[in-house]
């Protein structure tokens, strides 16, 4: 009879810890359908999503027909506004034509001031870039407004189809070209849009490039 007892106790005891397992699992469950009810019902939900690392940019290289904005500091009169004429070159006064094109504005500034070094004690000058003319794309195709955009500092495929009006009605995009001419050849990327406008790939938003031409079909 004691061992019965025994037995009778250990079973008890064993059915009450599953019955407290149990009640635990069920709170537990609760807990979650609530929480999920409530984020369901949230007004602002967020979503990250990891960008690829964008390497830096690189300094802006003058061009033809870039308009200049050039101070040299305490000379008024060899100050002002120049564009940068077919071959490269600005006209500037004292010291004629001076090669710009292909330079950052930080290398046409010292150039100058080496140059009107000999007119002009302690020469300071400043370069700045007031219209960058010769930094342009270009939109084909089914786009709402095809043509030539000024590309800016940054610009990826998104922003540069925004510019352009956005899609046509008939417009692919899931085939977008961009064609990018070299020294000695050109390189065509496809790109399927389709994945950046869902938000699957931002990789797929690549970089603008100056002289590029964004051929929608």
Same mark, same amino acid.
């Given at each position: 009879m004691k061992i019965s007892k025994i037995a009778f106790a250990h079973d008890y005891v064993r059915a009450g810890a599953a019955l407290t397992v149990t009640g635990l699992? *069920?709170?537990?469950?609760?807990?979650?359908?609530?929480?999920?009810?409530? @984020?369901?019902?949230?007004?602002?939900?967020?979503?990250?999503?990891?960008?690829?690392?964008?390497?830096?940019?690189?300094?802006?290289?003058?061009?033809?027909?870039?308009?200049?904005?050039?101070?040299?500091?305490?000379?008024?009169?060899?100050?002002?506004?120049?564009?940068v004429a077919s071959d490269g070159t600005i006209a500037m006064p004292l010291i004629g034509r001076v090669p710009a094109a292909g330079l950052t504005p930080d290398q046409l500034k010292v150039d100058l001031e080496k140059r009107y070094a000999r007119y002009v004690h302690g020469a300071n000058a400043t370069v700045r870039v007031s219209d960058p003319?010769?930094? *342009? @794309?270009?939109?084909?195709?089914?786009?709402?407004?095809?043509?030539a955009y000024?590309?800016?500092?940054?610009?990826?495929?998104?922003?540069?189809?925004?510019?352009?009006?956005?899609?046509?009605? @008939?417009?692919?995009?899931?085939?977008?070209?961009?064609?990018?001419?070299?020294?000695?050849?050109?390189?065509v990327l496809t790109v399927n849009y389709n994945v950046v406008r869902s938000g699957g790939d931002v990789s797929a938003d690549v970089p603008v490039e100056p002289g590029d031409t964004v051929q929608v079909p």
């Open positions: 699992l *069920v709170v537990a469950i609760s807990i979650s359908m609530v929480a999920c009810s409530l @984020f369901d019902s949230a007004p602002v939900r967020e979503k990250v999503v990891q960008h690829p690392v964008a390497k830096t940019l690189d300094p802006y290289m003058i061009g033809s027909d870039d308009e200049l904005d050039i101070i040299v500091w305490t000379q008024p009169q060899l100050s002002g506004k120049v564009t003319a010769s930094h *342009v @794309f270009y939109a084909l195709g089914q786009v709402n407004k095809p043509g000024k590309l800016h500092s940054g610009e990826v495929l998104s922003q540069a189809l925004a510019e352009a009006g956005g899609l046509a009605e @008939f417009a692919d995009p899931g085939k977008i070209r961009i064609l990018r001419h070299k020294e000695s050849e050109t390189v």
